[in-house]
C-alpha cells in the first residue's frame, strides 16, 4: 500500500488557490503569533499541531476569535484520555457563535439558510429572520422552564424550523437531541427515553419520493411513552392543526425578541448524539458546547475552507451527525443548505439538480450515492450547471477508485474530491479535505489538524503502508465528555479504550501512506481473517460493486467450531440479473484481479437485500451474530434497522446450515 512517489495525483490544487485558502493564511499567522512553522506545507503544520497542542488550539481560537465571556485558566487542564479537560474556567455560547454573522449590518438580509423540498423550490431565511426566531423561541423555551442542562428533543426533517429550535436549545443552555421522522417511534424511544426531554418537536408529517407521510400516530405514541415532556410544539409541515395540548411553532416563533445567550463552562453539554446501535440501546453520546465549536470552527473553516460567500450544501437527515455538522457551517458565515428529500425523487440526479439551484460550493454526499450514480449514467457535468461547486465531499463508507474517477470525468475535472471520515463520537473528520494538498486517488488526503492519527498493530506499534487500527493518540476537544446513563465511566471506556489504555481505537482498519494519506479499509470488529491475514469488507464491496448486475453486497467472516473459516458474500442483484455460474465466475474473478486470491468468498449468495443502520451503513455484524446462531433478538436491537424483514433470510440459512 505505499504509495510510489511519482504516481500523478488525480488533482492538484494550483499556486492563488493554496495561497488563498484559509489555512494557508491560518498558518503564516500562527508562525508569526504561536511559533508555528513557516516552511514545509501542511505536513509541517500538522506535526505542529499534534506536537504543540496546548498552542494549537488556543491559536484555533485566537484565529477564529472564540468569545469567552469568562477568559480560560489554561488550554488543556488533564490530557488523559478519557476524561481531559478544554479551556478550563472558560464560560462562552455556541449558538452565539453561530449567528454572529447576523451582527454585521450588511449580511442582516443575506441568506443563513437556503431550504429545498422535492418541489425543488427554494426559500431563504436571512440572518436577522435566523436571529428574530432563535430570540422568541429562547424567551419562549425559558418561559416554559427550561434550565441549562434540560433536554430539548426533536422529531423533525431537515428544515429550517429544526435550525432555530436546535439554536434556541443551545441558547438558553439546553442540549439539543434529535431524530429523523422516517424514525419509527420504537427507533425514537430507544434514544429519547434515555434523555428525558422536558420538551419535544414534532412535525404532523413529511414529503418524501414524492409522496406524504402522516405522523401525528407516532407522535401521539411518543407523548404518551415521554412522561417527562413538560411541552410539544407542533410544526404543520403538512398543514394540519395542532393536536390537544400541543403549542403552535408559529406563535412561539412570532415575538421580535433579540436572543439572550446563557455563558456556560466550556465542556457544558451541546446535544446528544446517538450511535448505530445495532446491538443494545443506542449509545448515547454527550459533547460539548465549546468542544464542538473549536472543533468545527477548525474543521469547516480550514479543513473545508468555509467562509461567508460559500454556500455548504450536505445531503443528511436530523438523525446522523452530519445535520449537526452541516448547521454548524453557520460558524464560518456561510449559507446552510437545507435539503429535504429523497436523494432519489424524482429520479437519480435530485442531489446534483439542488446543488445546481442553490449554487453551492461545497456539495456534501454519501460514497453510495456517488456509486448510484456511476451505476445509472448519468452526468452531471454536462447536464447541470455545476460551476460554483468547488469541492465535492463523501462520507459514510469508504469513496472507492471507480468514484473519484467518476467525479473527475463527470462532474469537472478541476474538482477538489474529498473523501472524509470521522464518526458520529466525535462528530467531525480524523482525516480527510485539506484544500492545500493534492488529491490521489482512493485516498483521504491527510489526518485533520490537531488529530494525532496512527495505524497500530496489535501490539501499539505504527504502521506505515500496511494495515492496521485507526487511533488517536491525543486528545480531541470533540471527544465526548461521558455518554449519559453512564456514572462510572465504564462504557465509555470499554467503547474506545478496552484494547489500547489511554488511546483512542475507533474500530476502523487503515493504511496510512509514506506520503501521509489515509485509507480506510472498513470496521475492524467486523474483520475478515483468513489465515491469519486482516482483510478490510470495503475493499471487497468496492471491487464487487464495480460489477453492474450488483447493487450492493454484504461479507462476513465466521469462525467455526471445527476451526474452519466460512467466508460468504451476499449480493443484491439489479433489476433483470440472474445469479448464474457465470456471473458467479465473473464476481471471483474480478474479487482476484484486484485483490488477491485470498479475498475471494467461499460462496456467493443471493439475497433480497442488505440490511443497513438507519443512518444507512450495512450492518456486518448482528448478520454474523446471526449466522452464528444467535438469536434475533439478541443478535440485533430491532429498533436500528431500516428493513427487521431481511434478518429473517439470515436468522433462516442460519438455521439451514445447522
Known amino acids: 500500500m505505499t504509495s510510489a512517489a511519482d504516481e500523478a495525483p488525480l488533482w492538484q490544487p494550483g499556486p492563488d488557490r493554496i495561497a488563498a485558502a484559509a489555512v494557508t493564511r491560518f498558518q503564516s499567522w500562527a508562525a508569526e503569533h504561536h511559533g508555528a512553522p513557516a516552511e514545509g506545507g501542511y505536513a509541517s503544520l500538522h506535526r505542529w499541531s499534534v506536537d504543540e497542542l496546548d498552542t494549537f488550539w488556543k491559536a484555533v481560537a485566537e484565529w477564529f476569535d472564540v468569545r469567552f465571556s469568562t477568559p480560560y485558566e489554561q488550554v488543556i487542564g488533564d490530557r488523559s484520555m478519557p476524561g481531559a479537560t478544554w479551556f478550563t474556567g472558560a464560560t462562552l455560547n455556541y449558538a452565539e457563535h453561530a449567528l454572529r454573522a447576523s451582527e454585521d449590518p450588511l449580511r442582516a438580509d443575506a441568506p443563513a439558510l437556503l431550504h429545498v423540498d422535492e418541489s425543488h423550490t427554494q426559500a431563504p431565511t436571512s440572518w436577522s429572520e435566523l436571529r428574530r426566531q432563535v430570540g422568541s423561541l429562547a424567551a419562549e423555551l425559558r418561559a416554559l422552564?427550561?434550565?441549562?442542562?434540560?433536554?430539548?428533543?426533536?422529531?423533525l426533517p431537515n428544515i429550517p424550523q429544526a435550525v432555530v429550535a436546535f439554536l434556541a436549545t443551545a441558547a438558553v443552555g439546553g442540549i439539543w437531541t434529535s431524530c429523523a421522522p422516517d424514525f419509527g417511534a420504537r427507533s425514537v424511544l430507544d434514544r429519547f427515553q434515555q434523555v428525558e426531554p422536558v420538551v419535544l418537536f414534532t412535525v404532523d408529517g413529511y414529503r418524501y419520493g414524492g409522496k406524504e407521510h402522516h405522523r401525528a400516530d407516532t407522535v401521539a405514541e411518543l407523548r404518551r411513552e415521554l412522561p417527562t415532556l413538560r411541552a410539544v410544539v407542533h410544526i404543520p409541515l403538512l398543514g394540519t392543526e395542532a393536536p390537544e395540548g400541543a403549542l403552535d411553532w408559529a406563535a412561539l416563533t412570532a415575538a421580535d425578541t433579540e436572543p439572550v445567550f446563557e455563558q456556560v463552562p466550556f465542556d457544558h453539554p451541546l446535544w446528544v448524539l446517538y450511535s448505530s446501535g445495532t446491538t443494545g440501546l443506542p449509545k448515547a453520546i454527550v459533547q460539548s458546547q465549546g468542544g464542538i465549536l473549536v472543533e468545527h470552527l477548525k474543521q469547516l473553516g480550514l479543513h473545508c475552507d468555509l467562509g461567508p460567500e460559500d454556500r455548504f450544501f450536505w445531503y443528511t437527515s436530523t438523525g446522523w451527525m452530519m445535520w449537526n455538522f452541516l448547521v454548524s457551517g453557520l460558524l464560518t458565515g456561510a449559507t446552510v443548505v437545507l435539503y429535504d428529500g429523497s436523494p432519489g425523487y424524482p429520479d437519480v440526479s435530485a442531489q446534483w439538480r439542488v446543488a445546481e439551484q442553490t449554487g453551492a460550493t461545497l456539495y456534501g454526499t454519501s460514497a453510495a450515492y456517488v456509486m448510484a450514480c456511476r451505476k445509472a449514467g448519468i452526468h452531471p457535468g454536462r447536464d447541470f450547471d455545476l460551476s460554483r461547486v468547488q469541492c465535492v465531499a463523501t462520507t459514510g463508507s469508504p469513496l472507492p477508485p471507480d468514484g473519484f474517477r467518476w467525479l473527475h470525468d463527470e462532474v469537472a475535472d478541476d474538482l477538489w474530491i474529498a473523501s472524509v471520515s470521522g464518526g458520529t463520537d466525535v462528530c467531525s473528520c480524523f482525516a480527510g479535505a485539506v484544500p492545500t494538498l493534492p488529491v490521489h486517488i482512493g485516498e483521504l488526503q491527510a489526518a485533520s489538524l490537531g488529530t494525532d492519527l496512527?495505524?497500530?498493530d496489535p501490539a501499539g506499534e505504527p504502521l506505515t503502508g500496511e494495515v492496521g487500527e485507526l487511533v488517536v493518540t491525543e486528545p480531541m476537544p470533540s471527544m465526548p465528555v461521558r455518554f449519559w446513563n453512564d456514572p462510572?465511566?465504564?462504557r465509555y471506556h470499554d467503547s474506545y479504550f478496552d484494547v489500547y489504555p489511554g488511546v483512542w481505537r475507533h474500530g476502523d482498519w487503515i493504511t496510512i501512506t509514506d506520503?501521509?494519506?489515509?485509507?480506510?479499509?472498513?470496521?475492524?470488529?467486523?474483520?475478515?481473517?483468513?489465515?491469519?491475514v486482516r482483510m478490510g469488507s470495503a475493499d471487497i464491496y468496492e471491487a464487487v460493486e464495480r460489477l453492474p448486475e450488483i447493487r450492493e453486497s454484504l461479507v462476513i467472516g465466521l469462525e467455526e467450531p471445527d476451526g474452519g473459516y466460512w467466508m460468504p458474500l451476499f449480493v443484491h442483484l439489479a433489476e433483470g440479473a440472474t445469479l448464474d455460474d457465470a456471473l458467479r465466475d465473473s464476481i471471483k474473478r474480478t474479487i482476484r484481479e484486484n485483490l488477491s486470491p485470498r479475498h475471494v468468498p467461499d460462496e456467493v449468495i443471493e439475497v433480497p437485500?442488505?440490511?443497513?443502520?438507519?443512518?444507512?451503513k450495512r450492518i456486518e455484524v448482528p448478520v454474523k451474530r446471526l449466522l452464528q446462531g444467535t438469536a434475533l433478538e439478541k443478535a440485533v436491537n430491532p429498533g436500528s434497522i431500516d428493513n427487521l424483514e431481511l434478518l429473517h433470510?439470515?436468522?433462516?440459512?442460519?438455521?439451514e446450515r445447522r
Open 515 to 532: 506520503r501521509g494519506s489515509v485509507v480506510i479499509h472498513g470496521r475492524s470488529d467486523s474483520t475478515l481473517n483468513r489465515q491469519g
Open 454 to 456: 496512527h495505524s497500530w
Open 649 to 655: 433470510f439470515y436468522e433462516k440459512l442460519a438455521r
Open 145 to 155: 422552564g427550561v434550565t441549562p442542562g434540560d433536554r430539548v428533543s426533536g422529531y
Open 609 to 616: 437485500g442488505i440490511p443497513h443502520t438507519l443512518t444507512g
Open 488 to 490: 462510572d465511566g465504564s
